[in-house]
């Protein structure tokens, strides 16, 4: 019987074929994507907000704080050389002012917070912890006033070390504390992680932002601790709901500086009743509750 055998040469061409098919669709096949950018890149990014944490808008804070009446006696500077032209305002409730945000790297040194990083860094702030360390600014969102003087004393609007503010930069809200106190005659400056926590670019070698962020600071508030931002928050998002919620008012009229007007009133006929004794003096009432003393 006979059994044909297969061409070799004719084998060979067909293998030759089959090979060249497969590196042809190997061609037509879409490439890989790129691979991802190592976490690692050199690469700067911008910072990004942390998730909104208050249930009080951008817009109903800034509503409530439209109108102004001022409580300083004068205007503050928003840096060394810029004309005075910022007031602090108040309502019975809130003291606020809209600012620029300098970023205040002070206190506890860490990685981002250092004297590498902040050619003006301070290892303290003018409030501590609850357990005597300085606050960290690159891990506490907090704000900073100015210092007393005659412009504006803070103290006299029942606001200190721990009171709690809602700063507000375009439509976001995050609250912080007040942990330090800054020249006499500048406002508008808060630390790395409040900076950071509203979308501010926080470096203290050129971050911030030249305008636009307003500081709401609630009266005879205060977290506790101090250093506790979950406080803050609570306390925050309880005050700024009601301080909302209330209707528009200006707060009881200021004392004017300088000589009071004299009464022309005549005084009545007859013996002058004595006046009161006056109080034995004594120290007066305790400073600002967290000071740096």
């Known amino acids: 019987m006979f059994v044909p055998v297969p061409d070799e040469r004719a084998l060979n061409v067909r293998v030759q074929s089959l090979t060249l098919a497969v590196a042809g669709l190997a061609l037509l096949a879409p490439a890989p994507p790129p691979a991802a950018a190592s976490r690692g890149s050199d690469v700067p990014r911008r910072p990004t907000a942390r998730q909104q944490e208050s249930s009080v808008s951008a817009a109903e804070l800034l509503a409530r704080v439209r109108d102004c009446t001022p409580v300083s006696r004068g205007r503050y500077r928003t840096d060394a050389d810029a004309p005075a032209t910022i007031p602090v305002c108040g309502t019975d409730d809130a003291v606020f002012w809209t600012a620029d945000m300098d970023i205040d790297c002070d206190g506890r040194p860490g990685q981002r917070c250092n004297s590498t990083t902040d050619p003006l860094f301070s290892p303290a702030t003018a409030f501590r912890q609850s357990d005597g360390r300085y606050l960290s600014a690159e891990r506490l969102p907090f704000i900073v006033v100015p210092g007393v003087s005659p412009v504006w004393n803070h103290r006299d609007h029942r606001v200190g070390g721990g009171s709690v503010a809602a700063v507000v930069y375009q439509d976001r809200v995050h609250y912080a504390v007040v942990g330090d106190v800054g020249p006499r005659e500048i406002i508008g400056e808060a630390s790395y992680a409040a900076a950071e926590a509203l979308g501010i670019r926080p470096d203290p070698h050129g971050g911030g932002v030249a ?79 967290g000071a740096d003393g």
């Open 211 to 289: 305008s636009g962020v307003t500081y709401i600071v609630f009266k005879d508030s205060r977290a506790t601790p101090i250093e506790s931002h979950a406080s803050a928050g609570e306390v925050g998002e309880r005050l700024a709901r009601t301080f909302v919620a209330e209707p528009t008012a200006g707060p009881a009229a200021e004392p004017t500086a300088g000589p009071q007007a004299e009464s022309t009133a005549e005084p009545p006929a007859g013996p002058q009743a004595e006046p009161p004794a006056e109080s034995p003096a004594g120290p007066q009432a305790g400073g600002e509750a």
